[in-house]
């Protein structure tokens, strides 16, 4: 099964700043996604890769940035972080047609 | 346009009866459907998917689920809950290639399985 890790697994961050959450695969998949959560509803996707050094936009990304370095990794950054973007958020890999999450950073803009 | 629909926001039953969560999806094309589940502060795992064939698939812990194209629908069944089935429970529909197979899912429904 994949190996999906995510880091940090919670964070706080004030508003206005910088904040970067990392994803980090272990099973060579080469899409990545990164998807929030608010409460009471199901997960939205916000970017997604499907190869090195290349990111598309999801459903919502406005105020995100993505950015895939390598095939190992993905990460999300939030240049200027508002409460609007207090969620959690998970990290999926996909193999074939089934994607693969990591555990979720919990998210508190302040 | 592409939708997923998990009318019941909360389901209740008592451990041992039987279990039945809806999801009704909206798409055009061939429907690629998944159910997942959220256990407290943990990712989604998968529990089963469908692409074709026998309508009723399979999946982890006893779980299954019924295809039905005239419906629209992918409902999620068990037999006998356990009260560790108490989680939250997505249905998601897979978006083609062009979209970068992305996953379209419902509101998720919560499942409480009491003693």
């Known amino acids: 099964e994949a190996a999906v890790t995510q880091s940090p697994r919670s964070k706080v961050a004030v508003t206005g700043g910088k904040v970067t959450l990392s994803c980090h695969q272990t099973?060579?998949?080469?899409?990545m996604y990164w998807y929030r959560q608010d409460t009471g509803h199901g997960l939205r996707l916000i970017h997604y890769?499907?190869?090195?050094?290349?990111?598309e936009k999801g459903d919502i990304p406005d105020g995100y940035k993505a950015s895939r370095p390598s095939q190992e990794n993905f990460s999300l950054i939030l240049e200027l972080a508002s409460l609007s973007q207090t969620a959690v958020y998970f990290c999926?890999?996909?193999?074939?047609?089934?994607?693969?999450f990591g555990p979720g950073t919990r998210l508190l803009v302040l | 346009a592409q939708s997923v629909t998990q009318p019941d926001a909360r389901v209740t039953v008592s451990e041992g009866a039987s279990l039945q969560l809806r999801c009704k999806y909206s798409y055009s094309a061939t429907p690629y459907l998944f159910w997942y589940v959220q256990y407290p502060r943990q990712g989604l795992q998968l529990l089963l998917k469908?692409?074709?064939?026998?309508?009723v698939v399979q999946g982890v812990n006893s779980f299954e689920a019924e295809f039905s194209k005239s419906n629209s629908s992918f409902h999620l069944q068990k037999a006998s809950v356990h009260w560790s089935d108490s989680a939250v429970y997505f249905c998601?529909?897979?978006?083609?290639?062009?979209?970068?197979?992305?996953?379209?899912f419902g509101q998720g429904t919560i499942l409480k399985v009491y003693l």
């Open positions: 099973n060579n998949h080469d899409y």
């Open positions: 998601a529909l897979s978006i083609g290639a062009s979209s970068g197979q992305k996953l379209v």
């Open positions: 469908y692409y074709s064939g026998d309508p």
């Open positions: 999926a890999s996909r193999t074939q047609d089934t994607q693969y």
């Open positions: 890769s499907y190869v090195a050094d290349s990111t």
